[in-house]
């Protein structure tokens, strides 16, 4: 994989859209199975209230069962097994305990189905600080995958409408410190990679320009990224000349100061996404606004008013038999609006805008701003694991410090690693430090934030004119 990157990374322009235009040609195989995947679900859309939680409660016992038969850590609770046969999935689920990844990390093994094929190894890093790694099996995968493609299709996707992506992909290497045209194409899936690690006011000119001549029917990206895109658009006078279906956004919340500079730039209908990098839980939101849970991938408990709901929210899988992960706290406050009935005619679960942490970006001395999930990257690309918590403070105009939790042995063999590729990210601008730590600092909500940028004031006030608040 890291010979491919390589091979990527050094090759010229013309190659690397060949490549990202193959990706494109995969993608189309994908984008069947997917189709077919939402044909087949597509009747959880209308199902009345009892018949979803009769659905859901086939797929919880079923569940159950099968983890107290055939994984290790739920084996102890075997006990239950004659309780699913006279008592309903969701009184039983009570008896059973919640985790998160902390215990889960405490013996990973320990949640492995013994009667399951490998799978699919996918690591979360997100903006949580903690590393994790969940195993699932490829229909899970695919699901999920299915799941995110839904909401597009919800907003009138038609085939050749190209969707324009600000999500993190590393199309541009990061040794290009000032690229020419910060984006690549994939002709045949009708998708245009830009980079956000390369957002400044001058690559905004050529963006702008080339979102004109291209017109895409969607632009999707971190709504970090997208407030800096839209705030250097701005500045630099571009001008809209096409009707844009929607603008979706993902992996960070959608942030009060953030929507009006966006709805500005981009006048459009603006579309989140929920989701988990566990692929156990997901929301779309409809035209309405409201974001309907998926049904499919996971329950949520509080979603039918069975249950109580739980901070952070407690959600048990109902597909991924290889790591069946049970009333497992996903970082996130869930509230389930069971009541509530949408306009849009989908019976699906309402929940609110989901509550989680507001982070900061990193701001290098040039005015480049580096948003929170492209800062992820530099966890991900180096495979970092074994570590705790994490978080990353800018300190001064040139001074980031990364902060680790973890024992020395997995201090000393990161600690280069990672402060190389945080200084790539940052493109040699900031001077970057990896610090052991004990401890990581909290908000008074009780989570701890992934980036804390302590000139923040100075971003907030010349570009969105809000209070940065306290937290």
């Known amino acids: 994989m890291d010979a491919l990157k390589n091979l990527y ?68 609770y075997s006990s239950l097994r004659a309780d699913l046969d006279h008592l309903s999935a969701y009184e039983v689920l009570k008896e059973l305990p919640i985790t998160n990844k902390a215990v889960i990390n405490e013996d990973p093994t320990a949640f492995l189905a013994d009667n399951q094929e490998p799978g699919v190894i996918s690591k979360t890093s997100g903006t949580t600080g903690i590393p994790f790694t969940i195993h ?25 409408d190209w969707i324009a992506r600000l999500v993190g992909d590393p199309v541009i290497p990061l040794q ?29 000119v050529s963006i702008g320009e080339f979102l004109n001549r291209r017109k895409p029917a969607y632009i999707m990206g971190y709504p970090s990224a997208l407030e800096i895109l839209c705030h250097y658009l701005k500045q630099t006078g571009f001008q809209m000349d096409w009707d844009l279906k929607n603008v979706f956004f993902s992996s960070e919340p959608m942030h009060a100061h953030q929507e009006p500079i966006i ?78 009935e949408c306009p849009c005619g989908r019976t699906l679960p309402v929940i609110s805008p989901i509550i989680t942490k507001h982070e900061d970006y990193i701001i290098t001395p040039s005015g480049r701003k580096i948003a929170p999930s492209a800062v992820v990257w530099a966890f991900i690309h180096q495979d970092i694991k074994d570590i705790n918590k994490s978080q990353v403070v800018q300190e001064d105009e040139r001074t980031v410090k990364v902060y680790l939790n973890t024992d020395q042995e997995s201090y000393l063999k990161y600690r280069d690693v990672l402060k190389n590729s945080m200084t790539d990210v940052f493109f040699g601008e900031m001077d970057v430090e990896v610090v052991k730590t004990e ?25 969105t004119g809000s209070d940065p608040g306290q937290d």
């Not at 044909?39 to 409660?57: N, S």
């Not at 099996?137 to 085939?159: I, M, N, P, V």
């Not at 910060?182 to 001058?202: G, Q």
Request: contains cysteine; charged residues 25%; glycine residues 8%.
């Open 9 to 76: 990374s050094n090759s010229p322009r013309f190659f690397q859209n060949l490549y990202v235009t193959a990706y494109g040609i995969r993608n189309l195989s994908r984008f069947k199975k997917w189709d077919k995947l939402i044909g087949d679900i597509e009747f959880t859309e209308r199902l009345e209230r009892q018949g979803q939680i009769d659905f859901v409660e086939a797929k919880l016992k079923d569940m159950i069962a099968h983890a107290i038969t055939h994984v290790p850590f739920y084996q102890k």
């Open 136 to 160: 699932m099996d490829k229909e899970s995968f695919l699901l999920g995958d299915a799941l995110w493609w839904r909401r597009t299709k919800w907003a009138g996707h038609q085939k050749g």
């Open 176 to 204: 290009d410190r000032d690229p020419v045209n910060p984006w690549r194409v994939s002709w045949f899936d009708r998708r245009i990679y830009f980079s956000t690690f390369h957002l400044t006011e001058k690559t905004a």
């Open 263 to 340: 709805r500005e730039v981009f006048p459009a209908g603006i579309r989140g996404l929920y989701g988990s990098g566990e692929r156990m839980v997901s929301a779309a939101q409809c035209a309405h606004g409201n974001y309907h849970l998926s049904l499919v991938d996971g329950y949520v408990e509080g979603q039918f008013g069975i249950l109580d709901g739980v901070k952070p929210a407690a959600v048990t899988t109902l597909t991924n038999k290889l790591m069946p992960l049970i009333r497992y706290e996903v970082g996130d406050e869930i509230e389930t609006q069971p009541d509530l």
């Open 439 to 463: 401890r990581i600092d909290v908000m008074k909500s009780g989570k701890s934030r992934f980036i804390v940028n302590k000139m923040r004031h100075k971003f907030h006030d010349v570009s």
